[in-house]
């Protein structure tokens, strides 16, 4: 079972530090982590002309770096030792990649600003560029998991999910509920009504979730939740009813039965990470 030793954290001196912060620290303690490694990048291209002048004096590093060390001493207090990394680099997608391959980061916690003013850290291309599981984290996340959402196309690749899940109410207990989005196939359409296929394909799709929770071999138990809906629509069909649940947690994987490049991200995973939806969201590597 996958180890989380090392964590990272992307800050960026916004409002929202302290929500990472603090719910780095709750995940921290519940995944008895070793290290935290909260990195900032210094972007000196964006100062304005207008303050080179004043800055020119100011050791920019050593004032952000104290500010920052502070706000972690004020937040964390998980008794895991920590680290403010402080760097300038043009991108810090770069920079993010660089701090989990050097210190062989297993976990990297990024603000979710979506729908927000300013774009934040989360960005698409980490989902490529980091080989470590991402937890994206909302401006509306609590620090607690109480009920787990794991979302599954009962592929292969997704059951590095269910290894997730299982360390996570291992450590703290949770309920979970498996997640799958299933459709009636279009291409009968024509012939046979979907309100007659429906219930054929309920029962096929019961049989293949109960297959899959075998194969998985699974000690806590499992609450199947299906939902009807399209293929092509299934992140949208996930956000629009993990909005009215009581989820503290969504877990997918990277990348499911549908990908054929083993380099590459899922469409579905993709939407989900690069939405809002007020649930803390981690993608499975």
């Known amino acids: 079972m ?15 530090d302290e929500v990472l912060i603090k719910y780095a620290s709750f995940i921290a303690h519940r995944l008895r982590a070793e290290k935290v490694y909260f990195v900032h990048n210094i972007k000196k ?6 303050f080179e002048e004043q800055l020119k004096d100011v050791n920019l590093d050593q004032v952000i770096g104290d500010e920052l060390n502070d706000k972690v001493q004020e937040h964390f207090t998980a008794e895991v030792d920590w680290e403010v990394l402080i760097s300038e680099d043009p991108y810090s997608e770069s920079l993010i990649k660089y701090v989990v391959d050097k210190y062989a980061v297993q976990l ?26 991402i937890l994206a984290v909302p401006r509306a996340a609590k620090p607690k998991i109480e009920l787990i959402w794991a979302g599954t196309d009962l592929s292969p690749e997704s059951r590095k999910v269910f290894n997730v899940t299982k360390i996570l109410q291992e450590s703290g207990g949770a309920s979970l509920k498996l997640v799958h989005v299933y459709s009636v196939p279009v291409q009968f359409s024509p012939y046979v009504s979907p309100e007659s296929m429906a219930p054929k394909v309920e029962k096929h799709v019961q049989e293949k979730i109960n297959k899959f929770i075998k194969k998985i071999d699974y000690s806590e138990p499992i609450e199947p939740l299906v939902f009807l809906g399209r293929e092509s629509g299934a992140a949208q069909k996930i956000i629009a009813n993990i909005q ?3 989820a503290d947690l969504l877990v997918i994987s990277d990348k499911g039965g549908n990908t054929f490049s083993p380099f590459a991200v899922g469409s579905v995973t993709e939407e989900l990470f690069n939405a809002n939806f007020g649930v803390p969201l981690w993608v499975a590597k």
Request: hydrophobic fraction near 35%.
């Open 2 to 16: 996958k180890n989380y030793k090392n964590i990272l954290v992307a800050l960026d001196l916004s409002d929202l």
């Open 45 to 50: 291209y964006e100062i304005s002309e207008l």
């Open 108 to 133: 990297a916690i990024v603000g979710n600003k979506k729908h927000e003013k300013g774009t934040g850290l989360v960005s698409g291309k980490l989902l490529r560029l980091l080989r470590c599981d």
């Open 244 to 246: 009215k649940s009581e």
